[in-house]
């Protein structure tokens, strides 16, 4: 089983600066299958990227995904004040068939 | 726009079964995917299930020895059955579609489920 740990924890920062958001795969996994998604407080999760660095219908291009192998990266380059919510990523295996999500980066206004 | 709506008892007494009905709108049940995610109050998001509009599932293996989820195409909708419930099942409850890249592209708004008596 697939295990995503996503750093730092809890992210500080203000509005206008860049963020850096990292999930890191237990081992090497398919990039088609990276995605992220953005949560604000009593809402569901909203999809931001798939397949590691396509960003989803509507979203903004300041967010941009990379990454390959074990390590990927979410990077909001000017954060604006609707930006900050909790970040989760997400991998879907074949082998069981299985979702799996990190357990999330707070980003909090600084 | 695809429109998911989740539907239940809000409480569910420890060991009874808890039981919930997603309804899809705007769109077809047809040719895709559909899940079950949870979140328990101030943590993360865990994947319980997906089932295809014709019937075949995949289940979380921390959880498949008490789920069973099943599909009415006739109604646009798809459903959870959790056995054996105890608080630790307490979780928002939301379904989902699947998206290209084997995404959730639509979410429910998420229904609450509290287990206790």
């Known amino acids: 089983e697939i295990v995503l740990t996503q750093s730092p924890g809890t992210l500080s920062l203000s509005p206008g600066e860049r963020g850096t958001l990292s999930c890191r795969a237990s081992?090497?996994?398919?990039?088609?299958?990276l995605a992220w998604y953005q949560q604000k407080p009593g809402q569901a999760p909203r999809l931001l990227i798939s397949?590691?660095?396509s960003r989803a219908t509507g979203i903004p291009d300041r967010f941009s995904g990379s990454g390959s192998g074990t390590d990927f990266t979410l990077t909001i380059s000017r954060l604006e004040p609707e930006d900050f919510a909790v970040y989760y990523c997400?991998?879907?295996?074949?082998?069981?068939?299985?979702?799996?999500f990190g357990q999330g980066t707070k980003l909090e206004i600084k | 726009q695809v429109h998911l709506q989740e539907s239940g008892p809000g409480l569910v007494e420890p060991s009874e079964t808890l039981s919930l009905t997603c309804t899809i709108s705007?769109?077809?049940?047809?040719?895709?995917?559909w899940s079950w995610v949870r979140q328990p109050a101030g943590k993360g998001l865990e994947w319980i299930g997906r089932?295809?509009?014709?019937?075949?599932?995949h289940y979380n293996p921390s959880l498949e020895n008490r789920v069973t989820m099943s599909v009415d195409t006739s109604k646009n909708q798809f459903s959870l059955n959790l056995r054996s419930v105890t608080a630790a099942d307490t979780a928002v409850y939301y379904c989902?579609?699947?998206?290209?890249?084997?995404?959730?592209?639509?979410w429910g708004q998420g229904t609450l489920v509290t287990v206790s008596s």
């Open positions: 089932i295809f509009s014709s019937g075949s599932t």
């Open positions: 989902a579609r699947r998206g290209q890249g084997a995404t959730f592209d639509f």
């Open positions: 997400q991998h879907f295996g074949t082998s069981p068939f299985m979702y799996t």
């Open positions: 081992q090497t996994i398919t990039s088609s299958y």
């Open positions: 397949g590691a660095s």
């Open positions: 705007g769109g077809s049940i047809s040719n895709n995917y």
